[in-house]
Structure formats: structure tokens, C-alpha cells
């Protein structure tokens, strides 16, 4: 169990980091909805074919499509696909610095409800993680300012939310709820109807002509690793942790976003953020370390 736990959590903590961006690359050429309607059909189409080969489908009665819809809408639909669209405004930098208020999102809504108790323990990890946030942007949280941004940087906190919601639905869980890759292929495959038909909407005569193969890689790449790898992963950690325990992993893939940074754009690796980055897998552990028994 402990192994699965541990995969779940570096394919959460890595390959989320690297969508940030796959998905700035997917949008230089392809339509926001477009790319996340097709990265979304073709990764639940991939779990439902397993699902068919290992003759574990189930029949779904309608509340259990209402209830894959909502979490459809509020996790992909309106998540994935306000984040995908924000790229095109907003750097995949700064996109994956917003997403970090997802702890903070969720942490809040779950104290509201009454779900969790805010302890010690939670309330100093998430502080230092913030705090390496803070230390690692520190020079660029002047671009909220730039209009040129602001229609994004409103998109993704309206993804943030959207997302937040939906996981502490998710954690809930249902009497009646269908398997974990049931669930996920079903969402994934309503979402991705409804991505496709609202670009078809907001550009119905756009074309695929100018469409890069770098572009297209990172949508498929996207539909592997960020969607059947990632999304499926993120599943089954909700299913066994808290969601707030869950959510800090947006800290990593910051991390992993800047590390992407140095590698492939050569941006620079300072003191500043070597000490940033130990203070953001600092929180991240004490707010997940258990005590051994």
C-alpha cells in the first residue's frame, strides 16, 4: 500500500509540474479549448479501452452521471481548461506560482465546512511552503500589475477555485460512487465533449493548418502523463489522504516547473531559490510526516 501511496505522490508532485509547460507549448499554436477538449478525449478513451480489456465496466445509473458531470465541470472543464487558457496570456511561470493557493483554497473551504481542524502541523508547512513561493517570485509578482496579464491571472484563480471545490466533493466520496477509473474515464470523456464544443463555439471556423508537431506533442504528452498518469494518481492519494494534505503537492510542482525552467529555457539557479525550494519540500513533509506507531 505504502508503495502505491509513493508513486501516487511523485506522479502527482512531477508530472503536474511539467504540464504547466506542455500546455504554454500546446497553446503557441492550438486553441485553448480545443487542446484540452482532445488531450481530455483522448486520455479517457485510454482508461475506457483498459477498462473494456480488463472486462471491468459498470453500469452507471443517473446519480452517478450527475455526479460525474459536477466533478466533470468543476475539475476539467472549468480547471483544466481555464488553466490552459490562461497560458495563452500568462507564463507558465507565473501560472504555476498562482496555483499554489490551492492549499489555501481548500484548507479554507474545509474549515468552513467543518471537514478538518486546523492544527499546528498544517498551519507552519503551508506557511513555509508559501514563504518559497514568495522567495522564488519575488521579482516577478510585479507582472499582476500589467494589464496584459490580469485576463489571465483572473482565469486561473477561477480555475484554483473551481478546482478546489471539486477535489473536496471528490473527497467526499458517494455510497453508490463508481470505481476510481470508471469515475475518471467517465469525466474525462464528458469533459472532453464539452472543452471541444465550446470552442467550436467561441471560434467556429478555426483552423488545424498552423498546428506545430511541438504543439501537438505536447497535447498528447499532456493526455499521457498530465491527464491519464496525473489525473488517476490524484484520484487514488484523495481516496487515501486528506484533501488539504493533498493539495499541498502544487508547492512540488512549482519546483518542478523552475527546475524545467533551468533545463530547457537556461534560466538561472540562485541562492535564493535553492533556499526557497528547501522551504517548500520542508512544508510539504510536515504536513504529511505521521509518527511511526
Given at each position: 500500500m505504502k508503495t502505491k501511496l509513493y508513486v501516487a505522490l511523485f506522479c502527482v508532485a512531477f508530472f503536474w509540474g511539467t504540464t504547466f509547460l506542455a500546455i504554454r507549448i500546446g497553446v503557441e499554436t492550438i486553441p485553448p479549448f480545443i487542446l484540452a477538449g482532445i488531450r481530455n478525449l483522448i486520455s479517457g478513451s485510454i482508461i475506457f479501452i483498459y477498462l473494456i480489456s480488463q472486462k471491468k465496466l459498470e453500469p452507471i445509473n443517473?446519480?452517478?452521471?450527475?455526479?460525474?458531470?459536477?466533478?466533470a465541470v468543476l475539475m476539467i472543464v472549468l480547471a483544466n481548461g481555464l488553466t490552459t487558457y490562461s497560458e495563452k496570456y500568462i507564463s507558465s511561470g507565473l501560472a504555476s506560482l498562482i496555483s499554489t493557493l490551492s492549499p489555501f483554497f481548500v484548507l479554507?473551504?474545509?474549515?468552513?465546512?467543518?471537514?478538518?481542524?486546523?492544527?499546528?502541523?498544517?498551519?507552519?508547512?503551508?506557511?513555509?511552503?508559501?514563504?518559497?513561493?514568495?522567495?522564488?517570485?519575488?521579482?516577478?509578482?510585479?507582472?499582476?500589475?500589467?494589464?496584459?496579464?490580469?485576463?489571465?491571472?483572473?482565469?486561473?484563480?477561477a480555475a484554483v477555485l473551481s478546482w478546489s471545490v471539486g477535489t473536496i466533493i471528490t473527497k467526499k466520496g458517494s455510497a453508490n460512487s463508481l470505481s476510481m477509473l470508471m469515475n475518471v474515464s467517465l469525466q474525462m470523456i464528458l469533459a472532453g465533449v464539452i472543452l471541444t464544443s465550446i470552442q467550436f463555439v467561441v471560434t467556429p471556423n478555426f483552423s488545424t493548418e498552423n498546428w506545430t508537431l511541438k504543439s501537438i506533442s505536447a497535447m498528447i504528452y499532456l493526455a499521457l502523463f498530465g491527464s491519464v498518469v496525473g489525473y488517476v494518481a490524484y484520484s487514488y492519494l484523495i481516496s487515501q489522504m486528506?484533501?488539504?494534505?493533498?493539495?499541498?503537492?502544487?508547492?512540488?510542482?512549482?519546483?518542478?516547473?523552475?527546475?524545467?525552467?533551468?533545463?530547457?529555457?537556461?534560466?538561472?539557479?540562485?541562492?535564493?531559490?535553492?533556499?526557497?525550494?528547501?522551504?517548500?519540500?520542508?512544508?510539504?513533509?510536515?504536513?504529511?510526516?505521521?509518527?511511526?506507531?
Open positions: 443517473l446519480h452517478q452521471l450527475a455526479r460525474a458531470f459536477v466533478l479554507l473551504l474545509n474549515l468552513a465546512l467543518g471537514n478538518e481542524k486546523l492544527s499546528f502541523k498544517t498551519t507552519i508547512g503551508i506557511l513555509l511552503g508559501m514563504l518559497g513561493i514568495f522567495l522564488i517570485y519575488q521579482n516577478s509578482l510585479t507582472d499582476l500589475l500589467n494589464p496584459e496579464y490580469r485576463i489571465g491571472v483572473f482565469a486561473l484563480l486528506s484533501s488539504t494534505k493533498v493539495s499541498v503537492l502544487s508547492y512540488v510542482n512549482v519546483v518542478v516547473a523552475l527546475f524545467l525552467g533551468w533545463l530547457i529555457l537556461d534560466e538561472l539557479i540562485t541562492t535564493r531559490i535553492i533556499i526557497a525550494t528547501s522551504l517548500i519540500i520542508s512544508g510539504v513533509i510536515i504536513v504529511n510526516y505521521k509518527k511511526s506507531k
